[in-house]
């Protein structure tokens, strides 16, 4: 079931999805050097046991190796970046900054999943603030603040203290 129509009951089941997903990406950046560039909770699908699958890939970027051919969608089209209304278009705007310093739609820029997982919390947050309570909360809290890339961008990367977090494995190192 996508995520999107999923009713969780706790902060701790949030944060587990929210783990999870960091490690599927983690593999696929380390493996595939990938993004996946669209990663709204329709795309995050969760069984009864809340195992994840992340899925429409087509917006994705991924290379199996060095010399192998990249495959991605450009997203450079002006319909990507026409709609509104969503936090998901913001997301799509960052990125493109992103993406727009290395002037190739191509480029590995593996923030593009920071971003997309700020904007799971972001999502989690406006679904289930008033709904539930727990000491898992702050921790989602924190989280949400280290992965703002309305003050991130200013400094460049996601900094938390002195270290720098360019991809899900600098993230991971954090749980």
């Not at 909770?41 to 069984?47: P, W």
């Not at 971003?115 to 000491?135: A, E, I, P, Q």
């Not at 938390?160 to 977090?165: H, T, Y």
Request: glycine letters at 4%; one cysteine or more.
């Amino acid at each position: 079931t996508p995520l999107s129509g999923v009713n969780l009951n706790s902060w701790f089941q949030i944060l587990r999805i929210f783990w999870q997903c960091v490690t599927v990406l983690y593999v696929a950046e380390t493996k595939f050097q990938f993004e996946h560039r669209n990663l709204t909770l329709d795309h995050i699908l969760i069984d009864k046991k809340l195992n994840v699958t992340l899925c429409d890939l087509k917006s994705s970027r991924a290379q199996q190796g060095p010399n192998e051919s990249v495959l991605f969608t450009r997203l450079d089209h002006p319909l990507f970046f026409q709609g509104g209304g969503d936090y998901q278009f913001e997301i799509y705007s960052f990125m493109r900054s992103i993406l727009a310093e290395s002037h190739s739609w191509d480029s590995y820029e593996p923030k593009t999943n920071l971003l997309w997982l700020h904007y799971f919390c972001v999502k989690m947050f406006r679904k289930y603030d008033n709904k539930l309570s727990g000491t898992e909360r702050e921790k989602m809290s924190k989280l949400a603040q280290f992965l703002d890339p309305s003050i991130t961008s200013k400094r460049g990367v996601f900094k938390r203290n002195d270290a720098d977090i360019r991809t899900c494995g600098d993230l991971l190192r954090f749980k």
